[in-house]
C-alpha cells in the first residue's frame, strides 16, 4: 500500500490503554473496530505490548502495524496507539497530555490504586483528549479544568449517593468544629 496516496484524516488515535505492572487492563479505549474489533483480541494485543515494553528504555514500538507510544511511571503503563503511517509526534502529545492531565488530577500520586478510586475523572480526561480517535485536546491544563468538578456545583439529583454523603460528611465537619 502506497501510504502516500492516503487522504489525510482527524481519526489519528486507535486506541489508548492504562495496564498494571502485570499487564493487566485498567482502562482501554479502541476506536478503530476494524483493528481489534472483539475484547478478546485487544486483551492479546495488550499483552503482547506489554511483554514487548514493560522491561525496554524506548517510548516507541511498532507491533503488528500499529505505532504504539508509552510511557510507565510507579505500577502504571500509559499507551497511546496509532497507524503505522501517524506522525509520532502527533502521538506522543496525546501520550504525554494524558500522563500530565491523570497526574495533575490525582495530585501527582499516579498509583494503579488511587487511579482505580478516581476511575470516573480518568475516563473522563480521556474522553476530553480523545473522542472516537480524533484528537480534542493535548493541553493538559484545559483537560484538568474541564473535568474538576466540584460535588458543590453539581445538583443534588444528579449526584451518585456516595457524593451525597461525603458532601453530607463536610458540612457536618464544619458545623461540629465552628
Request: aromatic share 8%; hydrophobic share 45%; charged share 25%.
Amino acid at each position: 500500500m502506497d501510504f502516500s496516496l492516503l487522504e489525510p484524516t482527524l481519526y489519528t488515535v486507535k486506541g489508548m490503554a492504562i495496564l498494571d505492572n502485570d499487564g493487566n487492563r485498567i482502562l482501554a479505549k479502541y476506536y478503530d473496530d476494524n483493528i481489534f474489533p472483539t475484547i478478546k483480541e485487544q486483551k492479546a494485543f495488550e499483552k503482547n505490548l506489554f511483554n514487548r515494553t514493560h522491561r525496554a528504555n524506548a517510548e516507541i514500538i511498532m507491533l503488528d502495524g500499529i505505532t504504539c507510544l508509552y510511557r510507565s511511571n510507579v505500577d502504571l503503563f500509559f499507551y497511546v496507539m496509532g497507524s503505522s503511517h501517524e506522525n509520532e509526534l502527533l502521538l506522543m502529545s496525546v501520550l504525554q497530555c494524558m500522563y500530565d492531565s491523570i497526574s495533575q488530577i490525582l495530585r501527582k500520586n499516579v498509583e494503579k490504586r488511587v487511579v482505580l478510586d478516581n476511575l470516573d475523572v480518568v475516563m473522563l480526561a480521556l474522553d476530553e483528549i480523545c473522542d472516537n480517535g480524533i484528537i480534542l485536546e493535548a493541553d493538559s491544563g484545559a483537560v484538568v479544568q474541564r473535568v474538576a468538578l466540584r460535588t458543590d456545583d453539581i445538583p443534588i439529583g444528579e449526584q451518585t449517593v456516595a457524593q451525597v454523603f461525603q458532601s453530607a460528611k463536610e458540612q457536618l465537619k464544619w458545623s461540629l468544629l465552628k
